[in-house]
């Protein structure tokens, strides 16, 4: 049965509080499980022009087999939709199709619909019901999780958004299959970052288990389940991103700033593996600050490796960043104070934590070495 | 002493609550104020283009006494500055001036820049700090009050927004004498609708006092006072407007329906002179329901009478709607269900409840007489 290897993550915040459900068959029962804690309600879905051909009729068919009329409403895929323009054009169309405040917003689609879609339904008047309904690893690990929603804007990226938490978020772990290899791959690395933040026996887990993790097998529900149950944890401290939160970022200093270097292209890195590097970078350089050994580092690397990620900055195609343009990126991001920067370091597999005072000169000397090896 | 005759009233929100000022030469202590609530803030002031040349001057003056640096962001004066293209704009300046989210955006204005400030400042890095220095009547006693921010889009009036309360409001009782005679006017009518509603020695407080309110004398601080009392009270029990808040829509269905029917031109009709009517109206209606003495229906009357504001609707310049399409306008808002109309109507002066199930063609027998009349 389908529904025996269902399982269930519950976020605990209060009456905010929601169930991400993750396994298979999941978008055939995505009516039913949205009528049983939404009862009446009218739908829209916001979906991208990869995933609608793939998924949407299924998911259209499950909903109005449980009752719920659905208006589709289909952007372009990729980065270039979190903007003003598609925020509105969602926005405009949702309130075409007379949806109240009572009403529900479904993203189908990874995390840029998710957070397009989410940041609509905070909105349409001043907030409506929200349901995720992911389709990328990424969405699914991550993105779908903690209600932080958003767009881009000239200044940067996810600058402007909301706090929306989601009703319920449906984790299909099928639709997966659809997705090209590459982006599984890169959002894998999220997954193997709750490892590496907090969880050593979860990174065993998938240094044994990756294969089965990309094949499909027992071992993916398991893993993107994990993967939620860390998060979930985590924005269950803390909501509102004040403190804890900032762990998520593992690998996130390094990776913006080589997205950035490679002025935001995904022929040649997309985020996933930006984070890659990254999460290989803030492990190296812990070890050369004494903080881990440095077979920690080779450990991550290794896995890394393994999986088929990139893990230096030399695995970036094209022209590279010198490590001063590099650290110009870093000191852009919004981590940094007074000549001392924020990162997510180590003292070893599963033992992240947030350094407030890293030295910009220490991460200037580590880049000049790293890129000059 | 200036400080001696400001009034604070206290918004009952736990960690979302805040004072609200009340009182002569506010805008020279808005730095002291704020600096006192949010030590170390820099500012970005929205602001339109009637109250720029008037008031922004003392504002900045006031700011940088108490080492806050802000940047003017000046709009267009008016109801289409209420729109995504301004709402771009303004949050694009906001974040071109490298505010965090600390940082805090002043919303100086009417009720139109108060609620696009503060949606801006409820979306810029999913939200910053918000103050209020409403600078209309109408946004003194009811707009900056509450939390609800907003922008019109083509399906309608303020359907698109957050919940984003400010953590001050300073209501500088001096600002209003440059307002003119005519919006003045119509912001008063929500001034008397707060005694309608619930408070009958206001509304005769008001029938006494109105033209010391209307001069600026003791009486001005006072009314302006009481009324956001009132409206905190509301706001405190029903924060995002899920029942009791209700009541405060006194006068606006009708009101509501007239602006649509003079196509929002604000030389026929201005929004506080359609609740004024609308007000009028409702009591007249529950008169005639005999919920209510028309007695107290010829003293609502009365009043808008000798304020000078319109009472009837062909007090309302230019060609007027028949009763039909006035009702079809009143069934598109959103308080319809099932042939049953909800209206705030009256079982006397400061007796106002909710009525869900007010038949349309008992709505429309009245506008027939009334129009006909
Ligand atoms: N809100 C958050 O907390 C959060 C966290 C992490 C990332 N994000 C955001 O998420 C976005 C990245 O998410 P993403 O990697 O899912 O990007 P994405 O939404 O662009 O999806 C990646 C690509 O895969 C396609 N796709 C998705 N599901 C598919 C499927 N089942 N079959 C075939 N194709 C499919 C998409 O059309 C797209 O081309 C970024 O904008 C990032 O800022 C948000
Ligand atoms: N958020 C809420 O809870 C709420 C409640 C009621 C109304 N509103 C909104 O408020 C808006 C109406 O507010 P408003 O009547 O203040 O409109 P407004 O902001 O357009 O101001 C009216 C006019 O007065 C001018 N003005 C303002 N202060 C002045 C001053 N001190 N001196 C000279 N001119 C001045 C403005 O430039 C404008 O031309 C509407 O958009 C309505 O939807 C919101
Ligand atoms: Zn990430
Ligand atoms: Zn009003």
């Not at 049965?1 to 055939?28: C, F, N, P, Q, S």
């Not at 695995?315 to 007074?338: C, F, H, M, N, T």
């Amino acid at each position: 049965m389908a529904a025996e290897r269902t399982e269930t993550v519950k976020v605990a915040l209060g009456e905010r509080g929601y169930d991400i459900l993750i396994g298979h068959g999941l978008l055939a029962r995505a009516g039913a499980e949205i009528a049983a804690r939404l009862p009446g309600v009218r739908a829209a879905i916001v979906t991208d022009e990869n995933v609608a051909p793939r998924h949407l009729p299924a998911l259209i068919a499950s909903l109005e087999a449980a009752g719920i009329a659905a208006t589709p409403i289909v952007l372009p895929a990729g980065e270039k939709t979190k903007s003003f323009a598609f925020l509105q054009e969602a926005v405009d169309k949702i309130l075409a199709a007379r949806l109240e405040r009572g009403d529900v917003v479904i993203a189908a689609g990874g995390g840029v619909i998710g957070d397009l879609a989410g940041f609509a339904a905070g909105i349409v008047r001043r907030g409506m019901n929200f349901v995720q309904v992911p389709t990328s690893l990424l969405a699914q690990v991550d993105s779908s999780v903690g209600g932080k929603t958003g767009i881009n804007t000239a200044h940067g990226k996810n600058l402007v958004g909301v706090f929306q938490q989601p009703r319920l978020v449906l984790a299909d772990t099928d639709v997966l299959d659809t997705l090209s290899e590459r982006e599984f791959r890169a959002g894998y690395a999220e997954v193997a970052k709750y490892g590496l933040i907090d969880r050593p026996e979860f990174f065993a887990f998938l240094e044994r288990n990756w294969r089965e993790v990309f094949a499909g097998g027992p071992a993916r529900v398991a893993a993107i389940a994990e993967s939620c149950r860390a998060k979930a944890e985590v924005v269950a401290r803390d909501e509102f991103e004040t403190g804890d939160r900032a762990l998520l970022n593992l690998g996130h200093t390094f990776g913006h700033a080589l997205e950035a270097a490679t002025g935001y292209d995904g022929s040649r890195l997309v985020h996933g593996e930006g984070v890659a590097i990254g999460m290989a970078l803030a492990h190296r350089f812990s070890a050369r600050m004494n903080l881990a050994s440095p077979d920690d580092a080779a450990r991550v690397e290794a896995h890394l490796v393994a999986v088929g990620l990139p893990w230096r900055v030399s695995d970036i195609p094209g022209e590279l960043p010198d490590a001063e343009r590099l650290l110009g990126y870093i000191a852009q991001d919004k981590k940094v104070s007074r000549g001392a920067l924020t990162f997510i370091l180590t003292r070893g597999i599963g033992r992240c934590f947030i350094a407030r005072d890293v030295p910009a000169s220490e991460v200037l000397s580590f880049l000049r070495e790293h890129l000059g090896g």
